[in-house]
C-alpha cells in the first residue's frame, strides 16, 4: 500500500478579516506578564545569595520568563503574519503608532521636569521615528521589521516543497540556535536578538501551520513540552554554573527556550477558549504595555527607582512571591490603562477619519470609474447603431440597383 501524502494547508494570498481568537489573546496576556515578572527579576535589585527561600524560587522559576514570553509573542504573531497576502500600510500605521507615541509622549512629559530633563539630540529623534536604525525597544524593531517582510516571507513558504523547508529549517536551527548556545554567543551569530534568529521562528511556525503537523495539534502535548523544557532549563543553568561550561543558557536563542516556548504556544492555540470582549480589549493593550515599560527612562524609573530594593530583609520576606506578582499585575493594569486610553482618545478616532476619507475616496473613484464606463457603453452603442444605419443604408442601395 502507498503511504499518504502529509496534509498540507494552503497559505492563502489574501484573507478576510476575521475576530480575535481569545485563547490567542490569553497568551499574549500571559506572555506580557512573564516578560513583566523577568524583568522585576532582573531589574529590581535582587541579591541571590542573600536571598531568602522564597526569593530564590521566584528566581527560580522567573529567571527563564521573559525570554519564553518573546519567542511565544513571536510565534503568535507568525501564525496569523503566514496566513496574510501582502504589507498593509495601515496595519505597519498600527503597530509604528503606540510605539512612535510612547516615545515621544513620555520623552516630552519628563522633558517639563526641572529635575528630569532630558536631552533632544539627533539619536532621539532617530529612535523615535525611525526605531529601525536603533536597538531601543528591541522588539518592537524586530517586529515591525518582520512584518515589512512578511510577504517575501509568505512567498518563499509557498515556493518551497516540504523537503525544502526542512532543510532550511535545520540549517537556521544549527546556525541561529544551537552554535550561538554551545559558544555563549561568541562568532558570526552573536547577537541574542538577531533578526535571522526571528526568520527562522517566523518559517518554524508557517512550517508547522502549512503542514498541520500532529504533534501540534493537542494542548497536553503542549503543557508537557513547556513543563520539560522549563524545567530542562533550570537544571542544565545549574549544571552550567556548577561545571563553568559557558552556554548561553538564558538567552532567546537556547534551544531549550525554543522549545518552551513552542509549547506554551502549542497548549494556547489548542485551548478551547469562548470569545471574550473583555480579554480581547486588553490584549489589545499588551504591545503598548510592553513599549511603555520598557521605555529608556520609565524602566530607570519603575524598576530601579518604585520598586527597587537592596535590604537583606526585602529578600528574607516569605511574601515575597505575592509581592512580585503584585508588582507585576500593577504595572499591567497601569500601562493597559494608559494604552487603552490612547487608543479611544487618539487610534480610534484617527483611524476614523482616515476611514471617512479613504471611503469617500473611494467613492468618487468609483463614481468617476462608474461614469467613464457609462461613457463608453454611449460610444459603444452610438458606434453599433451607425454601424446598422450604414448596413441599412447600403441594402437600399443593393435594392435599388436590383429592381434597375
Given at each position: 500500500m502507498r503511504a499518504k501524502p502529509a496534509q498540507t494547508l494552503p497559505l492563502p494570498s489574501v484573507t478576510k478579516k476575521a475576530p480575535r481568537q481569545s485563547n490567542f489573546e490569553w497568551l499574549r496576556i500571559v506572555c506580557m506578564l512573564l516578560i513583566l515578572l523577568f524583568h522585576f527579576s532582573v531589574y529590581s535589585g535582587i541579591d541571590e545569595e542573600a536571598a531568602g527561600?522564597?526569593?530564590?524560587?521566584?528566581?527560580?522559576?522567573?529567571?527563564?520568563?521573559?525570554?519564553?514570553?518573546?519567542?511565544?509573542?513571536?510565534?503568535?504573531?507568525?501564525?496569523?503574519?503566514?496566513?496574510?497576502?501582502?504589507?498593509?500600510?495601515?496595519?505597519?500605521?498600527r503597530v509604528w503608532l503606540p510605539l512612535f507615541f510612547w516615545v515621544a509622549f513620555v520623552g516630552l512629559f519628563f522633558h517639563f521636569l526641572p529635575a528630569l530633563r532630558l536631552e533632544y539630540n539627533l539619536y532621539y529623534w532617530r529612535k523615535t521615528l525611525l526605531p529601525f536604525t536603533t536597538n531601543s525597544l528591541w522588539y518592537a524593531t524586530m517586529y515591525l521589521t518582520i512584518y515589512c517582510m512578511s510577504p517575501m516571507l509568505n512567498a518563499a513558504v509557498r515556493g518551497m516543497d516540504r523537503k525544502a523547508h526542512k532543510w532550511l529549517l535545520l540549517c537556521m536551527f544549527i546556525l541561529f540556535s544551537v552554535v550561538p548556545f554551545l559558544t555563549n554567543g561568541v562568532g558570526p551569530f552573536d547577537d541574542q536578538d538577531s533578526f535571522l534568529y526571528f526568520?527562522?521562528?517566523?518559517?518554524?511556525?508557517?512550517?508547522?501551520?502549512?503542514?498541520?503537523?500532529?504533534?501540534?495539534?493537542?494542548?497536553?502535548?503542549?503543557?508537557?513540552?513547556?513543563?520539560?523544557?522549563?524545567?530542562?532549563?533550570?537544571?542544565?543553568?545549574?549544571?552550567?554554573?556548577?561545571?563553568?561550561?559557558?552556554?548561553?543558557?538564558?538567552?532567546?536563542y537556547t534551544p531549550l527556550?525554543?522549545?518552551?516556548?513552542?509549547g506554551?504556544?502549542?497548549?494556547?492555540?489548542?485551548?478551547?477558549?469562548?470569545?471574550?470582549?473583555?480579554?480581547?480589549?486588553?490584549?489589545?493593550?499588551?504591545?503598548?504595555?510592553?513599549?511603555?515599560?520598557?521605555?529608556?527612562?520609565?524602566?530607570?524609573?519603575?524598576?530601579?527607582?518604585?520598586?527597587?530594593?537592596?535590604k537583606e530583609w526585602y529578600y528574607q520576606q516569605?511574601?515575597?512571591?505575592?509581592?512580585?506578582?503584585?508588582?507585576?499585575?500593577?504595572?499591567?493594569?497601569?500601562?493597559?490603562?494608559?494604552?487603552?486610553?490612547?487608543?479611544?482618545?487618539?487610534?480610534?478616532?484617527?483611524?476614523a477619519l482616515v476611514d471617512v476619507i479613504s471611503s469617500r475616496t473611494k467613492a468618487k473613484k468609483a463614481a468617476k470609474a462608474k461614469a467613464e464606463a457609462d461613457r463608453a457603453a454611449k460610444i459603444a452603442r452610438a458606434k453599433k447603431a451607425g454601424h446598422r444605419k450604414k448596413k441599412a443604408a447600403r441594402g437600399k442601395k443593393q435594392n435599388a440597383k436590383g429592381k434597375r
Open positions: 527561600l522564597s526569593a530564590k524560587i521566584f528566581l527560580w522559576i522567573f529567571q527563564y520568563a521573559g525570554k519564553v514570553g518573546v519567542n511565544a509573542f513571536l510565534m503568535v504573531s507568525a501564525w496569523f503574519l503566514c496566513m496574510t497576502g501582502g504589507f498593509k500600510p495601515s496595519k505597519f500605521v526568520v527562522f521562528v517566523y518559517m518554524f511556525i508557517a512550517y508547522i501551520r502549512k503542514y498541520d503537523l500532529k504533534l501540534f495539534r493537542y494542548q497536553w502535548t503542549g503543557w508537557l513540552m513547556f513543563l520539560l523544557s522549563w524545567t530542562g532549563m533550570y537544571w542544565l543553568g545549574v549544571w552550567n554554573e556548577a561545571a563553568e561550561l559557558d552556554l548561553a543558557v538564558r538567552t532567546n527556550m525554543l522549545t518552551c516556548a513552542l506554551l504556544f502549542t497548549a494556547f492555540k489548542n485551548m478551547k477558549a469562548k470569545p471574550n470582549a473583555a480579554v480581547n480589549v486588553i490584549a489589545s493593550a499588551t504591545f503598548g504595555i510592553y513599549i511603555l515599560h520598557e521605555h529608556d527612562f520609565l524602566r530607570k524609573i519603575i524598576w530601579q527607582g518604585w520598586f527597587y530594593r537592596t516569605p511574601t515575597f512571591i505575592p509581592y512580585a506578582i503584585g508588582v507585576a499585575l500593577l504595572v499591567f493594569v497601569a500601562g493597559a490603562v494608559l494604552d487603552l486610553a490612547r487608543q479611544y482618545l487618539l487610534e480610534r478616532p484617527l483611524f
